[in-house]
């Protein structure tokens, strides 16, 4: 008796939850709102995305340069900025104010000044000092120039060391010695090209799993919503433990589909445009279940607060870029103030970003990210939680309607 | 017709005082973007970032080069790991951005002049933790070979010009024009923010244009303009574009007087630029509402214009350095020709004429809807809305 009573609750609950699920998915489909942000906007933002950013790193970088010196030192130094990959020289300009008009014109991001003694005072014995000036409006400009001098000016030095030490220095190897008794090696980890877009491209791509859900939940909350389509739920609720069954089956129809974009978003594209992935399967699963149910409460949540259909681009849209600052990726996590930090544990994406950084791209395991690990499963059962309590309101607020 | 424009306007009024959302994006969340990105980055500069040492030689000699290190401005060191693997685990965790090795040796390698070999490692996944962390490193390890070439020369009875002419013969004596500070706050904020700026203008444009077709009050609004669309489109603009451009001075008030921003370029270009961007972002979302009337088509062609107007302004990743398809597409974005009308007048102090084509890229903007004026008319008096 008390059996046969269980098994019809469980296919009702079943029953229920798969009828709400197929609602929701026809609606989707059905929505070309929806469809954007649920399907077209996943496809083709990375693939735009990666294009952009595809070059990866910025290879000659044009320089003027101003030579008053005219010596071979100065020729040298020139051909060794105009032969490094990071730079090239465009223009030779007979005075600073004729390279500072090309930099005014765009035509060039730096300029580099040779005094007239830059020969004499070598020769001499003496230092001498090249002056480069950098347009600061672009970081990367900056850094291959600065880079590239501070380059070209120690291995000229070295020469000039060993030309100097050549008394002292017996052997080629001693000279080596002279010139450099401690070395040293500079590794970049984990992105060994330093390409902009491998660091800055993962993170984007989670971040678009939680905005076009966001944007996609709260386009079809807000259809609905319109057309007062809960009356249609209140059947449902006069069963027990109604509420989570709507809640359960429209989050199952987001599950499904994110499953698929998720699994396009973060293992194909990376892998078409090879940005570094060295994340194992089961990490991998083990960050995003928590993350896909966290973004879809939260979204779910979040359509509560929303009157018009139209209104959720007008609030989440913007977020992406902040969401995005949140997370670390660009300015270090250390540096943002307190208060920002906290404000940033509200939101599923900051730790679905940090972590899926440090599986993908830095190779690390779920022990590695204990904490946005653990926060995400918090998040998951308080939005969830949120989700309920916002549709059990809105519901009676539509019984009371009809 | 000033009479109908004044009267539409009015009227605009008083449905922007009645949907709380026009106050939200076109007065509190730009507020809130504000202070977001300039507190956010208020350090400037990355400061104290965290590192670590595997120093597994332990002489006095290596602790003295940690100390050197730990008493730089942008670094600090927050652990000692036994082996490189512990080290690169903790980077793992997040808990450090670099760290320095100093093998077993190196101290006596050096008194023995065996050229020994310290190694840095900084995480390049995070751009500017990783290089700000690499540049310190790169400082020290050069600081701790000069450091061995000086005691040796010093033996030799040279003086301290002479030593220091031999160690570094060539200077590069480096001028970073206009953010000596290499300040990401003036770097970022000054450009990402009047993107978001643009961004609601983006959307809420269409958006306050469509809503009259989603509730019908779209015939009562062409009727009250003679059914002229310019009048109709001027007189509903005109309460907004205030409210705009009031947001807009106020921020360029925030950032070049509160903040003191670099803006050699004087306050010509700063009000002509914050006018021109407002204007040029109303008439791109008239112009995408006008060639899709519909309110979810334009408002989604906007949000995602919008965004990708933050990677194709090249303020981040240089434009020139983009496939060169993508260089011509990025002309399609008012973003795009603001970054380099402010980098050029307003950043450098370059004459307007500089960037003249840009200017006059940001003015054809403002043509744009005339295109498409008689769209929204019949758009007005015969299209249904469709969700």
């Known amino acids: 008796m008390n059996m046969s009573k269980l098994w019809n609750r469980i296919k009702e609950a079943v029953h229920d939850l798969a009828y ?214 209140s059947e449902m609720r006069t069963h027990q433990n109604g509420l989570f069954r709507i809640v359960g089956g429209k989050a199952l129809c987001y599950f499904m589909i994110y499953s698929v974009m998720t699994s396009y978003l973060l293992l194909i594209v990376p892998r078409i445009f090879g940005f570094t992935t060295i994340a194992t399967a089961a990490d991998l699963i083990g960050l995003l279940l928590p993350f896909l149910l966290a973004c879809i409460f939260f979204g779910m949540f979040l359509s509560c607060l929303i009157r018009y259909r139209e209104n959720v681009m007008l609030i989440v849209v913007f977020t992406s870029l902040p969401f995005l600052f949140l997370s670390g990726i660009s300015w270090p996590l250390s540096n943002i103030p307190p208060f920002w930090q906290g404000v940033s544990w509200l939101f599923p994406g900051t730790f679905g970003i940090r972590g899926f950084l440090t599986l993908s791209s830095m190779g690390g395991t779920l022990g590695d990210i204990e904490i946005p690990y653990i926060a995400l499963w918090i998040q998951t059962g308080v939005y969830f939680l949120a989700t309920c309590i916002s549709y059990n309101i809105q519901i009676k607020a539509s019984q009371e309607k009809v | 017709m000033l009479r109908k424009i004044i009267n539409i306007a009015g009227r605009e009024c008083r449905q922007m005082y009645r949907n709380p959302i026009y106050l939200f994006c076109m007065l509190l969340l730009p507020v809130f973007v504000m202070v977001f990105f300039t507190t956010l980055m208020q350090e400037g500069q990355p400061q104290q970032l965290p590192i670590g040492i595997v120093d597994q030689d332990n002489t006095s000699t290596t602790r003295k080069l940690v100390k050197n290190l730990d008493a730089f401005q942008s670094t600090a ?90 160690l570094q013969p060539i200077k590069v004596d480096l001028h970073m024009l206009n953010n000596p500070w290499a300040n990401y706050n003036v770097y970022l904020s000054a450009s990402l923010v009047p993107g978001l700026l643009m961004l609601f203008i983006f959307l809420i444009t269409p958006y306050s244009i469509g809503t009259e077709l989603k509730f019908g009050h779209s015939k009562e609004w062409m009727e009250m303009a003679g059914n002229n669309p310019l009048i109709a489109i001027a007189g509903k603009m005109l309460p907004q574009t205030l409210v705009h451009m009031l947001v807009f001075y106020g921020f360029e008030f925030y950032i070049y007087h509160i903040l003191q921003f670099p803006h050699p370029g004087g306050v010509i270009p700063i009000l002509l630029l914050g006018w021109l961007a407002v204007l040029s972002a109303q008439a791109f979302g008239i112009f995408c509402f006008g060639l899709m009337p519909s309110l979810r088509m334009s408002m989604s062609v906007c949000s995602l214009w919008a965004m990708l107007s933050f990677s194709l302004a090249g303020a981040t990743f240089p434009v020139s350095a983009m496939d060169p398809f993508i260089q011509g597409v990025a002309w399609l974005f008012p973003l795009r020709h603001y970054y380099q009308c402010y980098q050029v007048c307003i950043f450098n102090g370059f004459g307007l004429h500089y960037a003249w084509i840009h200017w006059v890229c940001l003015m054809c903007f403002l043509i744009l809807p005339a295109l498409v004026l008689r769209n929204i008319r019949r758009a007005m008096l015969e299209y249904e809305y469709i969700p």
Not at chain 1, 56 to 76: F, G, I, Q, T, Y
Not at chain 1, 118 to 145: H, P, Q, W
Not at chain 2, 95 to 111: H, Q, S, V
């Open chain 2, 77 to 166: 060191i927050v652990g000692h790991y036994p082996s490189p693997n512990d080290a690169r685990m903790a980077m793992q965790r997040g808990e450090i951005y670099a760290f320095l090795y100093i093998p077993k040796g190196t101290t006596a390698g050096m008194m023995t002049s065996t050229q020994p070999r310290v190694s840095f490692y900084y995480n390049a996944v995070v751009m500017v933790a990783g290089s700000t962390t690499m540049k310190d490193l790169k400082t020290i390890c050069t600081l701790g070979s000069a450091g061995v070439g000086k005691t040796k020369l010093e033996m030799l009875g040279k003086t301290e010009d002479e030593i220091m002419t031999f």
């Open chain 1, 20 to 233: 709400i699920w197929a609602e929701e998915m026809k609606m989707c489909i059905r929505d070309e709102g929806v469809l954007i942000f649920f399907i077209v906007v996943p496809l083709a933002y990375p693939l735009l995305y990666s294009w952009i950013y595809n070059n990866e790193v910025v290879r000659d970088v044009p320089v003027a340069v101003v030579d008053l010196s005219h010596s071979a030192e100065s020729r040298e130094f020139i051909r060794r900025v105009d032969a490094s990959a990071d730079t090239k020289v465009a223009f030779y300009c007979n005075n600073i104010a004729e390279a500072k008009d090309l930099m005014g014109r765009q035509k060039v991001n730096g300029v580099m000044f040779f005094p007239d003694d830059f020969g004499v005072r070598l020769n001499r014995g003496e230092s001498s000092s090249v002056s480069v000036y950098c347009d600061m409006s672009l970081m990367l400009t900056y850094k291959a120039i600065y880079m590239t001098a501070m380059t070209v000016s120690s291995e000229m030095n070295s020469g000039i060391q060993i030309q100097g030490s050549s008394i002292m220095a017996t052997t080629e190897r001693d000279e080596q010695i002279t010139t450099k008794p401690l070395d040293f090696e500079e590794v970049p980890m984990f992105n060994s090209t330093q390409g902009y877009g491998n660091s800055i491209l993962p993170g984007v791509l989670v971040l678009i799993i939680q905005q076009t859900l966001l944007l996609g939940i709260g386009l079809s909350a807000g259809t609905s919503r319109e057309e007062n389509r809960f009356s249609k739920l």
